[in-house]
């Protein structure tokens, strides 16, 4: 019930785009994008709570497409401090589960 | 600053031994997450409470417990204790529940040797 995430890695020059996949095999309730910087906490991106849902901040943005049970994180314009691993994380709808998936590396390159 | 604060930081212990972990969500929220992040299971939900009661169950082993008092902060209880144990395990706090937010601590970094 892992949501499985694509690319596993991704390594970008600055100012490059990037886009990561989170796909799950249920139904999702909400998806939630967080950052994590190694050996610290994971940091909240944004939430997406109904399908076909789009956030952004900055140059960060997300969509949820609920029909297909996946969400995307966009990444525009990399920067440095862009660099850690991203996880999406759900809440199925049935139940409070809380379920991470399984992480994107992204490494930013002067 | 997340405003979820965690103690200890860091614990070493010895397989067999009994430890807990304290959690104390931000102010107002009402939910508490456990999390267990190992280098190859990545994060793992444990378990969740909410105002006092067990909401949700993960992939908590028996050999785990937890619970939320009534000023809403949180332990996490863990006995027996194997190699395999050792991990980053993190709390999250939120308002109430699926539709919010959850803000991390900073974590407990638990060794057994």
């Known amino acids: 019930q892992q949501p499985v995430q694509s690319p596993q890695a991704v390594i970008l020059r600055e100012g490059e785009d990037a886009v990561i996949n989170c796909s799950s095999s249920k139904a999702l309730y909400s998806v939630h994008w967080y950052r994590q910087k190694h050996g610290e906490a994971p940091v909240f991106l944004m939430i997406l709570l109904k399908g076909g849902e789009q956030k952004g901040h900055d140059k960060i943005s997300a969509s949820f497409n609920e029909k297909k049970q996946q969400s995307s994180l966009y990444l525009t314009a990399s920067q440095l401090s862009y660099s850690g691993t991203y996880f999406c994380?759900?809440?199925?709808?049935?139940?409070?589960?809380?379920?991470f998936g399984t992480g994107t590396s992204l490494t930013v390159i002067p | 600053d997340s405003g979820v604060t965690q103690t200890p930081k860091h614990l070493i212990t010895a397989t067999g031994q009994r430890v807990t972990l304290r959690c104390s969500p931000r102010?107002?929220?009402?939910?508490v997450y456990w999390y267990q992040q190992s280098l190859d299971q990545g994060l793992q939900f444990l378990i969740q409470?909410?105002?006092?009661?067990?909401?949700a169950k993960g992939n908590i082993l028996e050999r785990f417990s937890a619970q939320q008092f009534p000023d809403l902060h949180s332990e996490l209880n863990l006995s027996s204790l194997e190699l395999g144990d050792s991990a980053l395990y993190f709390c999250?706090?939120?308002?109430?529940?699926?539709?919010?937010?959850?803000?991390f601590g900073p974590g407990t970094r638990l060794l057994v040797l």
């Open positions: 999250a706090s939120s308002v109430a529940g699926r539709d919010e937010t959850q803000y």
């Open positions: 409470y909410y105002n006092g009661e067990e909401r």
């Open positions: 994380g759900a809440f199925l709808n049935t139940g409070n589960q809380f379920y």
């Open positions: 102010s107002g929220d009402l939910s």
